[in-house]
């Protein structure tokens, strides 16, 4: 049976009902960083498996809570996770080296705002970055992931607009 995943990042202490309506569905949430105030993890929807790492906005509350890095594995997909991680091929210091010791199939960061997936062919890793829930940022639209994990692959992937960042 898959797993479908909710990816979210940089909420920056908002999370509003569209988002929320949409983690509804899901068995499991990611949040890739900079949650802001841990009321946006306890707004999320009961019964599901929260991951997450923090992000360089984030308290000694969300740092307690939460590791800088992740590194799980889900429906045989092994996945890396953290919060400044560059993108392909300019990764941030020290990332494309924790890679190529972890061989995830899947890289997940946040911090940019900007959504964008892309596969590294010289890693052999999928690259996610969710853009940003929040309303904190240069960008101009909301965005989150879905998708599933079944089989040791990645599926029905889809990017999600939330809406403007700055209107409700």
């Not at 990611?30 to 991951?51: E, Q, T």
């Not at 590791?67 to 997909?77: I, N, Q, S, Y």
């Not at 062919?121 to 904190?136: F, V």
Request: hydrophobic share 40%; proline share 4%; with cysteine.
């Amino acid at each position: 049976m898959p797993q479908k995943i909710g990816l979210i990042s940089d909420s920056h202490s908002y999370i509003d009902h569209i988002t929320l309506k949409h983690l509804q569905e899901v068995d499991e949430i990611w949040h890739a960083g900079d949650i802001g105030d841990l009321s946006v993890i306890n707004a999320l929807p009961m019964g599901k498996v929260i991951r997450g790492v923090f992000g360089n906005i984030d308290d000694q509350a969300a740092q307690e809570k939460f590791p800088e890095w992740l590194e799980f594995e889900v429906e045989g997909v092994k996945v890396l996770m953290t919060h400044i991680g560059g993108k392909p091929p300019r990764y941030a210091k020290g990332v494309k080296d924790r890679i190529k010791k972890f061989k995830p199939q899947l890289f997940i960061c946040g911090h940019s705002h900007i959504c964008k997936v892309e596969f590294d062919k010289e890693l052999d890793c999928l690259y996610m970055n969710p853009g940003a829930i929040g309303h904190q940022g240069f960008h101009h639209v909301r965005t989150m992931l879905l998708f599933e994990l079944a089989k040791g692959k990645v599926l029905n992937l889809r990017v999600v607009e939330l809406g403007k960042r700055g209107t409700n």
